[in-house]
């Protein structure tokens, strides 16, 4: 595919709020893409191709760059055509040097602008078709978010996730149709937030209060209740362990084996924003509670398999780091997982039984890395004084692949 693209970002002024060299690019064009909103702010051309885009998006939007492959196609988009826009898939789709980006103010600034909020002051959680439980990754008292709508229905979502969550004294602002002459602004308090009706172009401001929210840090090792789980987890201090040896990274994929409750998935998924996750479980009720957990703990991204390693793994994108909580024993297990692995990807195992701690030994022999036995022991009461109470030790293999 050959098209070139010009992305020329529009604001809710529209076309009178373009710069005299973004005009020219449109008026230059022989085709122009965009929603039917951008269209419509569009002076009348007839000689101009006008499409809107396809429905599914990214389904159909291939064969409408090959009609116009070899014309000159502007496409549209809302503010900066890479803040959650249509640059980005373009990119991805044809690379970056088939795509030129002519941003004009976005959402966020505007919206930063009419706060007097700093840029290093607030984190932006965007919801454009998205699952409104993102924001629940995100929560911590004092930090300010600015959160990108779906649509009008966002604002009250997201204000009942924080009160359900402990975050209900929060204060609220949806600033909507931002730069146009119908700008608009509601303020309120997420508990009290109800079904106030907002434009369907809006961004929301929020400042984080707790009125009892739990801390939950960014750290690894979430406490256990964290979670909703059945017993099967991967205790804190263990899970801590391995995470730190998976040594999650922007943008990498970690296969979470015999997963539980997804405990370690979850918290992959937490270290940033773009991290990724595939939890595999046999059992169906626990495959059920992965998925729930993950949008509690605000990764509701996390994509669940239900079934048995190793024969679940076929077909799945290959790994950065995979951790083997469970099944480590189940022949060809090990196997598929490292011949899986990417090259510097990293593999953890867990193991509580004899038979399993001998598959490590195995396999520390064969490949090295680093063997380790972790047990933890909790105080607890003795009668009317205080003792430890030890945990089931944990054999843990970890070892890293070569780059080669």
């Known amino acids: ?92 789709l044809i690379g970056e040097a088939s795509v030129t980006v002519v941003p004009a103010l976005s959402s966020v600034a505007l919206a930063r602008a009419r706060m007097r909020w700093s840029a290093e002051s607030t984190e932006v959680v965007t919801l454009v078709g998205r699952d409104p439980h993102l924001v629940a990754r995100s929560l911590a008292p004092g930090l300010r978010l600015m959160i990108l709508s779906s649509d009008g229905s966002t604002p009250g979502e997201v204000a009942a996730l924080l009160t359900a969550v402990g975050y209900g004294a929060s204060p609220m602002t949806v600033l909507a149709d931002l730069g146009s002459d119908h700008e608009a602004r509601i303020d309120g308090v997420a508990a009290v937030w109800g079904d106030h009706a907002a434009p369907d172009l809006n961004v929301v401001a929020v400042e984080l209060v707790s009125s009892g929210a739990r801390p939950l840090g960014f750290v690894a090792g979430l406490p256990d209740d964290a979670f909703d789980h059945d017993g099967q987890i991967t205790k804190r201090d263990m899970r801590a362990s391995a995470l730190a040896r998976l040594a999650p990274m922007p943008g990498q994929l970690l296969w979470d084996i015999g997963a539980g409750a997804g405990s370690v998935a979850v918290e992959w998924m937490r270290a940033h924003s ?85 598959v490590l030994a195995v396999s520390y022999s064969a490949q090295g890395g680093e063997l380790t036995r972790l047990r933890v022991e909790h105080a607890s009461p003795i009668g009317s004084f205080t003792g430890w109470t030890p945990s089931r030790a944990v054999t843990q293999w970890a070892v890293t692949k070569d780059e080669s």
């Open 274 to 358: 773009t991290c990724r996750a595939i939890a595999v479980e046999a059992r169906e009720d626990r495959a059920a509670r992965i998925a729930a957990n993950a949008a509690t703990l605000g990764v509701p991204a996390i994509r669940v398999v239900t079934g048995r390693a190793p024969e679940a793994l076929d077909g799945l994108e290959a790994p950065h780091a995979i951790f083997i909580g469970g099944g480590a024993t189940e022949p060809g297990v090990i196997d598929a997982c490292w011949a899986a692995l990417r090259p510097g990807g990293r593999l953890v195992v867990h193991g509580v039984t004899l038979e399993t701690e001998a």
């Open 1 to 92: 595919m050959s098209t070139q693209v010009t992305v020329v970002g529009i604001g809710a002024d529209g076309w009178t709020g373009l710069t005299a060299s973004a005009r020219e690019l449109v008026e230059g064009a022989e085709v122009v893409l965009g929603g039917p909103r951008h269209l419509a702010m569009l002076p009348d051309a007839p000689e101009q191709t006008r499409e809107p885009w396809p429905s599914p998006l990214l389904e159909g939007l291939p064969a409408l760059l090959d009609r116009f492959d070899g014309s000159r196609v502007v496409a549209l988009a809302s503010g900066d055509p890479l803040v959650s826009g249509i640059a980005t898939t373009l990119v991805e």
